[in-house]
C-alpha cells in the first residue's frame, strides 16, 4: 500500500465526521495548495521524487524570431488558466484542462505524439512527471486536515 492511501485511510475517519460544507472548504484549501506545489515543481523541472526532467533533445532553432531564446519546457503548462484544481466535499482533484492535457499526457507517460502537424513525423517522448504527490505534498495535506480540524 502506497503512502498516500495510508493517509487517506488514517484521515478519512476523521474527514467523515465533517459536515458536507466543511468537506468541501477542506477539499477545496487542499486541491489550491496542491495546485500551487505542482505548479511550482513544474516550474524548477523536477519530478515528483526529486529528479530533474530529463532535457529536451536539441532544438533547431533555439531562437525565436524576434532573436530571444526559446522558455523553458512546459512553462506555459504551469500556469493556473491550464492547471485547474477541483473538488467536491469527498475529493480534491488537480488536472490539467483543453488542449494543454493532451501534451501533459504524453509527456506524464512518456507516449509516442507527433512533433508538429504539418508532418507525419512522430517522436517517442521522455516521461516527466508533471503531476505526482511529493513527500512534502503529504505532509502539507496532513497539516491542513489537521488545521482544520483543530478550528
Given at each position: ?21 466543511a ?17 511550482k ?12 526532467y530529463?532535457p ?21 503548462l ?19 484542462i ?7 499526457r ?46
Amino acid at each position: 500500500m502506497n503512502d498516500l492511501n495510508q493517509l487517506e485511510v488514517y484521515l478519512s475517519g476523521l474527514i467523515a465526521n465533517l459536515a458536507p460544507t466543511a468537506q468541501r472548504i477542506l477539499a477545496r484549501t487542499i486541491a489550491q495548495r496542491l495546485r500551487d506545489s505542482q505548479s511550482k515543481r513544474i516550474g524548477l523541472q523536477r519530478n515528483p521524487d526529486g529528479s530533474a526532467y530529463e532535457p529536451r533533445k536539441p532544438q533547431l532553432r533555439l531562437r525565436n524570431k524576434k532573436g530571444r531564446l526559446r522558455r523553458t519546457m512546459f512553462a506555459k503548462l504551469k500556469q493556473v488558466k491550464y492547471l485547474k484544481a477541483t473538488t467536491t466535499p469527498g475529493s480534491a482533484v488537480v488536472s490539467f484542462i483543453g488542449q494543454v492535457e493532451a501534451i501533459a499526457r504524453v509527456h506524464q507517460y512518456g507516449l509516442r505524439d507527433k512533433v508538429n502537424r504539418g508532418r507525419n513525423l512522430e517522436v517517442q517522448y521522455a516521461q516527466r512527471r508533471l503531476l505526482g504527490i511529493t513527500a512534502t505534498d503529504e505532509d502539507m495535506i496532513r497539516d491542513l486536515v489537521i488545521e482544520h480540524l483543530a478550528r
